[in-house]
């Protein structure tokens, strides 16, 4: 037992000095360039304008736009495995009226189809058929943004996540008649209703089902586009309909679950708002908040809440860090605001310490493993390269803001410390033998890693279309799970000059949620797996997400 | 097969013949004494002031007072079969300090004990332990006025009222921290709060549990009241707790349960509320409410809700019709507003109409069959004693009313009424060898016959000290099941000159409840049957039942 215990103290004081090296990292690059003085001026400017931030956040809070929106039809799902995404189908059972002014009693259930994928709050009446109603109407209400979310069970929900982000609610309705709307958010196109307690003598029926829709999204601002086809009027369509029903006080990740503000996923809706609803002040309220919220250290916040107050999320991505210089790039570009890009400056050049921090001096990303790093939900995915990539990517971001806003100077060491990156990138992540970037000890290949150092620049054009095309070929890379990765295959491949590869390949993933009824882009998907849920349980998915939102961004932005 | 059918219609067609002689009672007392006319003149001013008499209970709203309660402790409720009421007792858990700032998971379950029973809404606050709770907090919420209903489960409910009624909660909240106070009211003095679901990492906790009471009595109007014991002094302050927390914008019955205007149990909670919270414009405004939603034909209403906007329950009941006239003269005869008198003086005299139709030409009542008649939760009471008796009643008052208005010539024909009326009792309903009053074809003895013909005078004085001391020793009687039906008894007890027998009555049925735990006194009760429901359900009973508010209506109105 001693002897045990000996070996065991042991292996934790080796751990412990693997992690102190890890967490001091002397060899790193940005000791190497001596960057602590500039880090610092920026960390003095970060202290000073936080508050304003905040402030500014605030004052740029958009107004929500509103619709009525009233229910198409009364659906039942029935079971459809193996043909209808997630084995169910809907099928239309009948007319609203039909459900309208009709008595309800204990046990009764409908289900409401409103067409369309729609954020909001629910609303509904209530009406006495006969006499007055004589006890509370107590009702079980469960909001779908696919068919499974109506037909399967939540009772049986065992993910990794909270089942309180199911979206279901019991509600008791003291007086009837009374038109009732629902305090709370939903994210749905389907609402199946339950009758669970009712007056035994007194009958009492619905009328009047609506939802009235919440998004920062106004459709008179929304730039034209004319589709070459069906099919991309179908892309952009449905684009469309998820950025607008995440794009609320901020660019939320997802209406129906996390419903708050996460950098990366910023990154990919403001790049499609740009060339669509052009709400730069949403962007320019969401930079300030995750800015606002950035910790004492001065890392930008990874995700951030909006409500009671702004404040940092627990979490934190590098990857996302890294891109908070290329979103208030893009930002810039978008808006021309220099006002604001110059104000967050500070904080777009601070995040660079936290991510050379893992680039040691031969310029190369290592894995501290303390990190979460994100890049796709796909756990066997080696991130290295990926990481390497979206740093060198982050520097030349804050390179190009520099010069926008004439601050070059204070960043003179990054194309240097680019071109080292680039340099350690070639030697270490690049087999010349297969034409592809690898990624960690056991030189993993993936589509990943091929598109992030293409995005990054790393290679020549000539290197971007061979690894772009090799990738297609090496059947055992590891895949995309999310759009959000699949989004950065179409933007390589695009940045390889692969136009036609890029729509094609978008045609083909997001066509595919279509055709498998998508009304809104879905947070994750892999063809053929239904069920997969980075949460381990498929109903707590987000089926309007707004990382996926972004072939309307591909299709607007590259027209021939 | 065809035979049988025929004797069927046979049946139907004698049924429909004696209905139909029913209805038209052209052998009631009401056609001998041509009273159609006087019936119709009131008619006509019923219709004329209808509506005014609705914007006068609108104006006679009262103000809701409230007062902030913190829970006194966290209990657990412990099996106790066969000595706690209902099998159930509560044994203090820990300071309510215990369950604050503490983190909680699904699962976890506490009970606040608040000491007393309130009528309010339940606040609380949630807040983050350590980081930003990243998930909805989905809370199940029980409120209990006895420990039953926080130590038993709901799911096995299946008594005759909706177990909509009952009241638990089931709520989401999306954000972490806020104060949040559930927009339904509850009267309950515990507080089952068990978490559904939560965070998966991110811990929540509790602080600032308090309910917001609401109640239309007023303490500094409360009148003061010396109790000669102990036992007087927790009479007196259970009997407020109940009245205080049913007087809401109107007279309720019970504020968990029906939460609505009844018209005889208003009776008896304005005639605490006379020598208690003299609350005078609550009565006007109830009494308002009940003539403002009369039926076309100009029967008031016996029970009415008031929201949205007031209107006649579907109930009738005959004895609570009559009680109209009783319930205007107490009023008048308490707050001396005789313009409100005047105002309803028509409604009062037109109620006679319906009750009249079923006194034969004899003066008997003959119980129609096709009415609800009440005087007790008890079904094998035959109720034709006390529905003749409170006729009588009902004819006294109108007379006594006409008196205090100077109307006496509208109802000459009522001394001469009251007379064939008592005789008829005397004939039809004395049994002058048992020195009581029997009730129905069978003759039945009950304690609510003896009682309502004490009250309605039909007897001498000493008859009716005989017959209340007579239906004492007969153990047979229909005994009263509900404190509304024993405060009659006790109201005929003091009538007969018995006033120390009607307050050893009352210290004894009023007194067990109190030693059984009562913070308020109950719907029904039986000494020793503790789960008696006029519903099949015991859980659904209320506990804090106005009608038996009366002790301190004894108490202070007889104090010798």
Redesign the interface.
Known sequence: MIKKQNSIKLVVYIICILNVSCLVASNSIKNAYELDDIFSAQMELIDQRRVSWLEKAEQAMPELNHKIIKPVSIVSVEKDTGKSFQGWKTVKAGEVSSVCNKPFA?GDSFILDFGDHYTGNFCFSLCSID??V?????LEFIFGEVPAEVGDSFDTYCG??????LQD??V?I??V??TVKL??RYAFRYVKVRV???????KFGFTDFEVETLTSANEDKLLPFTPKNERQAELDRVSLTTLRDCMQTVFEDGPKR???LWLGDLRLQAQANYVTYQNYDLVKRSLYILAGTSDKKGMVSTCA?E??KP????DSILDYTALFAPTLLDYLEASNDKETANDLWPLAVKQLEFVLEHVNSDGLFIDPGNWWLFIDWNNDLDKQASEHAIIIYSLKAVCRLAELLDKKEQVSFIPAMVSSMKSAAISNLWDSNLGLFVSGANRQISWASQSWMVLAGVTSSEQARMCMANIEKYTDAQKPVTPYLHHHVVAALMEAGYHEKAMAYMNNYWGKMIDLGADTFWEVFVPGQDFLSPYNGYLINSYCHAWSCTPTYFLRTYKN
């Open positions: 204990p006499n007055p004589d006890a509370p109407v107590r990794s996540l909270s089942r309180s982000w609610e019991i008791n003291d007086v008649p009374q305090p709370r669970v307690a009712s007056s035994v003598s007194r996390d419903r708050r809440f409500y009671p404040v940092r999320g627990g």
